[in-house]
């Protein structure tokens, strides 16, 4: 925090050479300049995921009923086909799972959330917090294949679970069901994956076995639903920013673990259950608050430059999903993309620049990644590697390919290894069953395994790296 201290200052500094007054002192001395702006960075990483989810939710849900990408709240998104390579709804799409997902509000009433029997079809449908922790996952390698009925509850629900439900009680009115189904891909099976995607279902507890017709959704023309999430959030200044914080807190609690950073946030006028007003703080805190946003976004993004790399790989093995009191690494995660799992469930490791830190340029360079003889990605259930542009969306390409992964008949070479070739032009005729292809220019890769092996060789202890992507000579 010194690199924040010492900007505050020169802030201060600035303001108070410029401007000729300030409030007067008060009974209960407030913090100074720069510790206001200190506490109200840290408030900002740490309220960073819950106004993330909100904007998220936003624009997955401004819609009078539901279409291909959303749905109102309370009723279930389904995703009928892997993303089309020039939607860019959403950044870093798969082309492995249909995404399955739903936005509630448990605030006022809990939700019956009901999976169909899913037999041996790959699912997962984690559970998160409006705080982005994952409460619980119903899934293949967690609840199995078989028919489920949850109750999803909110903070300080009192009632009595009906028989044959399980209770998932979440610390937040605002829940997120951000569900994935796997499919190939091929004709036949999106169709079996979209019968089993309507038999899944959100009620209203009060509606639950009852004729039920969820209602319109009330949408807003004024909200953006163009703009990607992370751009209307880092957009926002610090007065909307803290205003729409201390809303959201009104629904969304902090937890318990939170208590000493609510202290600290009180000072600066952000209480839970109040509103915000920035005009109660002096004037130089108000003109230092200004630059808070930046500090707050460099603040995390060089956390994540700290991030330790493994042959060009960024991934966390750690905390993630249930990230507790680590709100930086907490924030940083939701910088880089809202909804992360819990590792047992997936690891997605992500590579923007190759082992000696250079970026990836398909216009300059071609790249191999070679896998030894049974060193393919560890996962019990599947693993892919998809291509991005610099903008984490598809790349279009001749052969309408964007991932390489276990379904894939990759062509092994004479000692059982597997060569991987990432370049813009086709590596040649029998290698072209091994092409990711790339883009003339910058790009990069988000390698998936859902259920990574839990005994060695594994992602989760350290025994298995993901190789790196080397140049070709």
């Given at each position: 925090m010194k690199s924040i201290q010492r900007a505050a200052a020169a802030l201060c500094l600035l303001v108070t050479t410029t401007v000729s007054f300030a409030a007067g002192p008060?009974?209960?001395?407030?913090?100074?300049?720069?510790?206001?702006?200190?506490?109200?960075v840290d408030a900002y990483v740490y309220g960073y995921p819950l106004v993330t989810f909100d904007t998220a939710r936003k624009q997955q849900t401004n819609v009078a009923a539901p279409d291909a990408e959303h749905a109102p709240m309370g009723q279930m998104i389904k995703m009928r086909s892997y993303p089309a390579v020039d939607n860019h709804c959403c950044a870093a799409p798969?082309?492995?799972?249909?995404?399955?997902?739903?936005?509630?509000?448990?605030?006022?009433?809990?939700?019956?959330?009901?999976?169909?029997?899913?037999?041996?079809?790959?699912?997962?449908?984690?559970?998160?917090?409006?705080?982005?922790?994952?409460?619980?996952?119903?899934?293949?390698g967690t609840t199995g294949g078989k028919a489920q009925t949850y109750l999803i509850t909110g903070p300080g629900w009192k009632g009595t679970v009906p028989i044959g439900m399980k209770q998932v009680a979440s610390p937040t009115g605002m829940v997120w069901i951000l569900g994935r189904i796997y499919s190939s891909g091929a004709p036949a099976d999106y169709q079996a994956v979209h019968a089993s995607q309507d038999q899944y279902s959100v009620v209203?507890?009060?509606?639950?076995?009852?004729?039920?017709?969820?209602?319109?959704?009330?949408?807003?023309?004024?909200?953006?639903?163009?703009?990607?999430?992370?751009?209307?959030?880092?957009?926002?200044?610090?007065?909307?920013?803290?205003?729409?914080?201390?809303?959201?807190?009104?629904?969304?609690?902090?937890?318990?673990?939170?208590?000493?950073?609510?202290?600290?946030?009180?000072?600066?006028?952000?209480?839970?259950?109040?509103?915000?007003?920035?005009?109660?703080?002096?004037?130089?805190?108000?003109?230092?608050?200004?630059?808070?946003?930046?500090?707050?976004?460099?603040?995390?993004?060089?956390?994540?430059?700290?991030?330790?790399?493994?042959n060009g790989w960024l991934f966390f093995t750690k905390g993630v999903g249930n990230f507790g009191a680590d709100y930086l690494t907490r924030g940083m995660a939701n910088l880089l993309g809202p909804g992360w799992n819990r590792p047992q469930d997936a690891v997605y490791p992500l590579s923007q620049k190759d082992a000696k830190g250079d970026a990836y340029d398909a216009e300059k360079n071609r790249y191999v990644i070679h896998f030894a003889k049974g060193q393919l990605p560890p996962a019990e259930a599947f693993w892919s590697i998809t291509l991005y542009d610099s903008d984490f969306f598809f790349v279009p390409n001749a052969i309408?390919?964007?991932?390489?992964?276990?379904?894939?008949?990759?062509?092994?070479?004479?000692?059982g290894s597997i060569d991987m070739f990432v370049q813009a032009e086709s590596p040649g005729q029998g290698k072209e069953a091994n092409w990711l292809p790339a883009p003339k220019g910058k790009f990069q890769f988000v390698m998936r395994l859902y259920q990574p092996r839990k005994t060695a060789p594994s992602i989760l202890d350290g025994s298995w790296t993901p190789p790196p992507a080397k140049k070709v000579p």
């Open positions: 008060q009974a209960s001395a407030p913090p100074g300049p720069v510790e206001a702006v200190k506490i109200a798969n082309a492995d799972t249909l995404y399955t997902e739903a936005w509630l509000d448990v605030s006022k009433e809990p939700v019956v959330f009901s999976i169909p029997d899913m037999g041996k079809r790959y699912y997962m449908m984690p559970i998160l917090s409006g705080w982005s922790e994952v409460i619980f996952v119903a899934g293949s209203p507890l009060s509606a639950w076995g009852k004729p039920y017709t969820p209602p319109a959704g009330v949408v807003d023309p004024a909200f953006d639903m163009k703009t990607g999430v992370r751009k209307q959030v880092d957009a926002l200044d610090a007065e909307a920013y803290f205003k729409r914080l201390a809303e959201l807190m009104k629904t969304n609690p902090p937890m318990p673990q939170d208590a000493a950073i609510v202290a600290q946030m009180a000072r600066i006028g952000l209480v839970p259950g109040q509103e915000f007003d920035i005009a109660k703080l002096d004037f130089i805190d108000r003109e230092v608050f200004k630059a808070v946003p930046k500090l707050a976004l460099v603040e995390m993004g060089l956390h994540l430059k700290k991030q330790k790399t493994t309408h390919r964007y991932e390489l992964a276990s379904r894939d008949k990759l062509v092994a070479n004479a000692d």
